[in-house]
């Protein structure tokens, strides 16, 4: 009896229409998820498969309303007996952050893979198929479950926490830096796996949540003053995540105005804007003196989901810091 995989659809270029493709131009989250279906042949033999629209956007329009309704609908679905596995479709400009949120707020039993497109749904050579037809046979793969949430991009297989968009350019745009990836899936076959961890419940629980709490992102730059730092929080961030230069650094002008942030309750974690880095804690930056959080090799993007998870359940740094040594 072949397993059953729920879509949900969100979106992306994988969803996404070339008025003309002859040239570049096109709108993301234009088809819904049964019309990307229609366009994979061989679908219905990998897996029974049913589907729901969640929204059809642009990921750079992807927010915490829409991750916290996403949260739920996993969450019941898994809760759930009607389904084996769920597959999401999502614009690849921020899927690895939406895959991190929910590698953190659902439980690792019931395989969610995400995939998306680098290539609009009408172009020549579009890719969203093939990563379609993948996906779906990696969610249908009986050594899934017990994975969580998976990304699943040109044959692919990464773990949310260390999937990187490194280029903008072709088919292979994700990289999994640090952890390496947990399979390799061919032409709706799944060649490799790692082997499977342990079963763990969710790390964070979003359960009767309508918001989660603002967290804004600051790039370091040569010259830096502290304008932007002022603002977000006048504007009620209650994190602020810098992606520092080099390990994690930025000019003494912004130390100053955010170890003021940190004295006054503002979470404030140090990431870099390096794509390989590594931030430690009292490295070149004082963490203990000025009261901030050293993100490790977590990006910018992903610091700013575990950290607003991280403020549902604490304002103390030192926990927090703990929460980044963890997930
Ligand atoms: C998007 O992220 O929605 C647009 C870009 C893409 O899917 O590749």
């Known amino acids: 009896m072949s ?6 659809g969100t979106g992306g270029t994988i969803a996404g229409a070339q008025p003309d493709p002859r040239h570049a131009g096109y709108s993301a989250g234009v088809f819904p998820i049964e019309r990307l279906l229609s366009a994979v042949p061989g679908l219905a033999e990998l897996a029974r498969l049913s589907w729901e629209q969640i929204v059809n956007i642009g990921s750079q329009d992807m927010d915490d309303s829409i ?8 969450n ?34 019931t395989p969610v893979v995400i995939v998306g497109a680098m290539r609009p749904a009408t172009a020549i050579s579009a890719d969203g198929p093939g990563n379609l037809y993948n996906g779906v046979a990696v969610a249908a793969d009986p050594r899934a479950p017990g994975r969580g949430t998976l990304l699943c991009m040109d044959g692919e297989i990464h773990r949310p926490r260390y999937a990187v968009k490194t280029s903008t350019m072709g088919a292979n745009a994700f990289s999994s830096l640090l952890g390496g990836l947990v399979g390799v899936v061919q032409t709706g076959r799944v060649a490799w796996f790692e082997p499977a961890p342990a079963i763990r419940a969710a790390t964070f629980s979003v359960a009767g949540l ?10 370091a730059h040569a010259g830096m003053n502290a304008d932007l730092i002022d603002a977000a929080v006048a504007a009620g961030a209650r994190g602020l995540v810098i992606a520092g230069v080099g390990s994690g650094n930025m000019s003494a ?27 430690l804690r009292n490295g070149e930056v004082d963490d203990d003196r000025y009261g901030f959080v050293a993100a490790r090799d977590l990006n910018p993007g992903k610091s700013r989901v575990l950290l607003q998870l991280a403020l549902t359940t604490t304002n103390d740094t030192q926990l927090i810091q703990e929460v980044f040594e963890r997930c």
């Open 210 to 219: 309508d918001r989660l709490p603002r967290v804004d992102v600051l790039i």
């Open 3 to 8: 397993r059953r995989v729920h879509l949900l």
């Open 253 to 279: 002008r912004a130390i100053a105005r955010l170890a003021d942030a940190a004295a006054s309750g503002v979470a404030v974690v140090r990431s870099s804007r390096v794509p390989r880095s590594m931030v």
């Open 76 to 109: 019941e679905h898994a809760d759930g007996a009607a389904i084996d596995a769920l597959l999401i479709t999502h614009g690849t400009d921020t899927l690895e952050e939406t895959a991190y949120f929910l590698s953190l707020v659902t439980a690792n039993a």
């Open 67 to 74: 991750w916290l309704a996403l949260a739920t609908r996993v």
